[in-house]
């Protein structure tokens, strides 16, 4: 629904004052998983031969989040470096439907959450794929301390909440430096609205978060 050049990554480049590297992927229905995230670690490989991954940081927002962890795995399989902070901006990262948000937030958050199921399954899952399959729905990976510091953000009403708060504790207990910053009301994607105060006070402690030595 977005592309290179929305809001996330300009507000990212503004507010840090960083260059951001944005990636055209194909989107769906005209291309299916993995097309997206073949194309975003074909930008990877060539990152990581111009720059050191400590000076690295990585984010997905949304579908985003998904496609930013399954090209991570990919990456950590091919033993390339990893950035050196990650940010999953309300991650939908369990494409299996499952979750107590994606029941209780439905109607609450501005997503019909019944409908983008059905859309995913349609137009984006390939055919006879599990949905729990690790590089698919990144949530059900393994994941040990190596794995870069990550900050996670979610809102009450999002519906993407569960898999927010579920990959927080997936990567604490993997022993991963890890935050979960949860805003009240808050809804999909509340963070890329430029002025509210709620999103001006999240995307600050992301920034602090991002670039908090390691």
């Known amino acids: 629904m977005g ?7 300009l ?6 004052g ?25 930008v990877y490989r060539q990152l990581v031969q111009e720059f050191s991954s400590s ?20 990456a950590r399989d091919e033993k ?23 029941v209780s937030n439905d109607g609450r958050d501005v997503m019909p959450v019944s409908l983008l199921w059905n859309m ?3 137009n984006y899952m390939p055919e006879g794929l599990d949905a729990t ?12 301390s190596s794995f870069p510091p990550t900050v996670i953000t979610v809102g009450t009403r999002d519906f993407a909440l569960s898999n927010g708060v579920r990959m927080y ?23 890329w609205t430029e002025k509210m105060p709620e999103a001006l006070q999240a995307r600050k402690a992301v920034q602090s978060f991002l670039t908090r030595p390691r």
């Open 18 to 42: 960083i260059r951001v590297y944005s990636v055209e992927y194909s989107r769906s229905p005209e291309v299916r998983y993995p097309i997206a995230r073949d194309e975003a670690i074909t």
């Open 11 to 16: 507000l990212m480049a503004s507010e840090m």
């Open 120 to 122: 995913v399954k349609q």
């Open 169 to 191: 504790w997936v990567l604490r207990e993997a022993g991963v430096e890890t935050e979960l910053l949860v805003s009240e009301g808050m809804w999909h994607g509340f963070n």
């Open 80 to 102: 390339l470096p990893m950035p050196s902070r990650l940010y999953l901006c309300t991650p939908g990262i369990d494409l299996s439907g499952v979750g107590d948000s994606v």
């Open 3 to 9: 592309n290179a050049r929305e809001r996330a990554g």
């Open 55 to 74: 000076n690295i940081l990585a984010m997905g927002s949304s579908s985003g989040a998904q496609i930013l962890l399954s090209m991570l795995l990919v």
């Open 133 to 144: 399959d690790p590089y698919y729905s990144p949530i059900y990976a393994r994941y040990d």
